[in-house]
């Protein structure tokens, strides 16, 4: 072949530009020049031998994917594209992930100051963030839909049990490649949420040393710190990629070899065609699987950009404290079935069923030997496959704060308006606007006070969230049309209790106060007073409960707002 000099004496120097980039762009492809992909773009038929077959033999990253698919799984139908949305959603979480690790140090002493300099000092950094976060939500969504679109469509079966098992390993290390980025910011949310999660190791049902031992992995040390911050930071960017990456592949390899299942009503009942595509009804993937799976992911694209910039923020609470429990300590939403099961079932069953659950999936297959894929043939199948799913959205509301998690009233009156960490509205009210004295939720000081009015507001919300009357409202700022009815049940030994449709207590006529004072000078100290009567004698109170929260002059509490997307 003539070198580059040689054609630009032969051929000039335009003619041979293009035919070097023609030669680049061929090696590229392996296989089509500028020409051919000119030519499938336009949607022409191609030269002969047919290029655009050679990138699937001779390229690294097509040789996993046919050449040509059956034309009945082409569109939307049976697919709905969640295999390849999987696919780009992890490409999406590696590339994002990858420019947010320049900017990360795995150490509890800056990991927190880490995140910040992300949110206000990295050009874009807050987005990148947001779209990280927001990918690794989606990504379970788009596999769970994957996983379920599979099952109903009977695309398990033999001979794709194999597929089946990679592709429920693949979900779990979905899951597990999620959570296991809560804990990098080394805020309170990731510290506890962890915290409760590998707590599970100290009740699997295994000898206690070795549950101690594997708590022990887990943490890095007696208790969760710098060694478990590292370990769970190699593993969400090393050992959980690595090994999604090799099944992924995997995966892919046996969709080829199997070929994908034909909608279930296409094939005769035990057949499988999927292999035996006729010529007349090939749609080859270039260019129409090609341009299809590129506009899928701009729209993907556009969904998650456009979800980063105006919907969905990533959350970050305050620093990592282990002193300090937050009241009401939740596992993402994903897992929040399991945290369900652990308010109604002992831990040890909980820890022992879950994995037992996992291996259960995997091996239906090779049990659930049924030969026909088609609906009206498996209702037994489908049947169970829906009350499952309607188990683990009840158990998933179950593992919120409203079922069965009760707590005070006043505290959590308290905690929304005087946090234990972390900034309020009340909180960030500017320090000249503090006025000293009591004050009723809801009370309007004059145009001179609106953020201490706006805080007050806040606190008559928070009052009627957590109240009910029996009576006359014992908040004189709130209107009566707002107060809720006292749902009222008398126990056994006689006393009464107010509750909600979750069960939770309320405060039934409460009357409550804050205090303003200055303790010293440019110190306040904020106190919530509460006095809630008994219902029966209006003059003897149940409860006299107060709560207190300091506030300096010199506090940043306003910055720490709106830094953390409050409404302060």
């Known amino acids: 072949m003539a070198t580059f000099p040689e054609q630009i004496r032969e051929m000039g120097v335009k003619q041979a530009v293009i035919a070097k980039a023609d030669e680049v762009v061929e090696r590229v492809t392996a ?11 336009r949607g022409d038929e191609p030269r002969r031998p047919n290029p655009r077959l050679r990138p699937h033999a001779d390229s690294f990253w097509l040789h996993i994917r046919p050449s040509f698919y059956h034309t009945e799984v082409t569109h939307i139908y049976p697919t709905f594209r969640m295999g390849w949305l999987s696919t780009f959603m992890f490409v999406w979480e590696t590339i994002t992930g990858i420019i947010l690790m320049i900017f990360y140090t795995p150490s509890p002493l800056v990991a927190y100051s880490n995140m910040w300099n992300i949110l206000s000092n990295v050009p874009l950094g807050q987005l990148i963030r947001n779209m990280h976060r927001l990918g690794a939500e989606v990504m379970v969504i788009v596999v769970a839909m994957h996983m ?77 710190g710098a060694g478990g911050l590292l370990r769970w930071y190699l593993l969400h960017v090393l050992l959980m990629p690595l090994m999604l990456g090799i099944l992924f592949f995997v995966h892919y390899y046996k969709v080829v070899l199997h070929g994908m299942s034909l909608p279930p009503g296409r094939e005769e009942i035990g057949e499988d065609t999927a292999k035996r595509v006729p010529k007349n009804e090939r749609t080859y993937f270039i260019p129409d699987l090609l341009t299809s799976e590129l506009m899928w992911s701009a729209l993907m694209t556009l969904f998650l950009v456009a979800g980063a910039l105006w919907l969905w ?27 369900g099961w652990l308010k109604l079932a002992d831990k040890t069953l909980v820890v022992g069923f879950i994995p037992a659950l996992l291996v259960a999936f995997i091996v239906m297959p090779y049990f659930e030997v049924g030969k026909s894929r088609r609906y009206a043939d498996r209702r037994v199948g489908l049947s169970v496959a829906f009350l499952f799913m309607a188990f683990m959205l009840v158990s998933n509301w179950m593992g919120t704060p409203e079922y069965r998690v009760a707590s005070s009233p006043d505290r959590e009156v308290s905690i929304e308006i005087l ?126 409960t107060s709560w207190t929260a300091y506030r300096h002059a010199d506090s940043n509490y306003e910055e720490e707002c709106r830094y953390a997307n409050k409404n302060c």
């Open 31 to 41: 296989g089509m020049n500028i020409s051919d992909i000119r030519a499938a773009l």
């Open 148 to 224: 379920l679109r599979t099952f109903i469509t009977g695309s398990y079966k033999k001979p794709r049990q194999f597929t089946w098992a990679t592709g429920i390993i693949l979900l779990v290390l979905t899951l597990m490649l999620s959570f296991s980025g809560y804990l990098l910011p080394w805020d309170q949310l990731a510290y506890w949420a962890l915290t409760v999660f590998i707590s599970g190791a100290e009740a699997a049902p295994a000898p206690a040393i070795i549950n101690q031992n594997v708590l022990l992995i887990l943490q890095g040390a007696p208790s969760l």
């Open 313 to 339: 923020d990533a959350p970050l609470e305050t620093h990592a404290n282990p002193v300090v429990t937050p009241l009401h300590v939740v596992a993402p939403w994903y897992l929040s079935w399991s945290q």
């Open 419 to 544: 946090p234990q960490e972390g900034a309020s509205t009340l909180l960030a009210v500017p320090y000249d606007e503090m006025l000293e004295g009591s004050f009723l939720p809801g009370q309007d000081l004059g145009e001179n006070y609106p953020h201490l009015n706006e805080a007050l507001a806040d606190l008559a919300h928070a009052v009627l969230a957590n109240s009910c009357t029996v009576g006359a409202p014992k908040i004189t700022t709130i209107e009566a049309s707002e107060w809720k009815e006292c749902d009222v049940v008398t126990l056994e030994n006689g006393d009464k209790q107010y509750n909600t449709t979750f069960g939770n207590d309320l405060m039934p006529d409460p009357y409550v106060l804050l205090e303003i004072e200055e303790v010293q000078p440019k110190l306040l100290r904020l106190t919530l007073v509460y006095d809630v009567p008994e219902p029966d004698n209006p003059n003897e109170f149940r409860i006299q």
